[in-house]
């Protein structure tokens, strides 16, 4: 079994900033994939950036120039960096990676269990 347990998420006034860390632990041979999706009230889930184990990022148009997103291999964590929120922002944020079990294992997604990013005007 994988777990991903996300920390970081809260309460903040546009224009301000936080931190959401996630870390993947269990059986785990690598993780490929991680990434951060969000789902806002009555809106589907959406991938907000991910980053493959190279290093590659992807980015959601609307956090561009905003968000970083970044990763430690040997620990297995990926942590997003959120700058200048807006309230268009608040929404759970899901940490999401894709993990090999063994070597040539087909990987598997795996989910966190979200938490909520609250942005006042």
């Known amino acids: 079994q994988v777990q991903l347990v996300e920390s970081g998420g809260g309460l903040v006034q546009a224009g301000g900033s936080l931190r959401l860390s996630c870390a993947a632990s269990?059986?785990?041979?690598?993780?490929?994939?991680m990434g951060w999706y969000r789902q806002a009230p009555g809106k589907q889930r959406e991938l907000v950036a991910n980053i493959i184990s190279g290093g590659t990022t992807n980015y959601a148009d609307s956090v561009k120039g905003r968000f970083s997103i970044s990763r430690d291999n040997a620990k297995n964590t990926v942590d997003l960096q959120m700058n200048s929120l807006k309230p268009e922002d608040t929404a759970v944020y899901y940490c999401n990676a894709w993990v090999s079990q063994g070597r040539g294992l087909v990987p598997y997604e795996y989910w966190g269990q979200g938490t909520r990013v609250t942005v006042s005007s």
């Open positions: 269990g059986s785990i041979f690598m993780v490929n994939t």
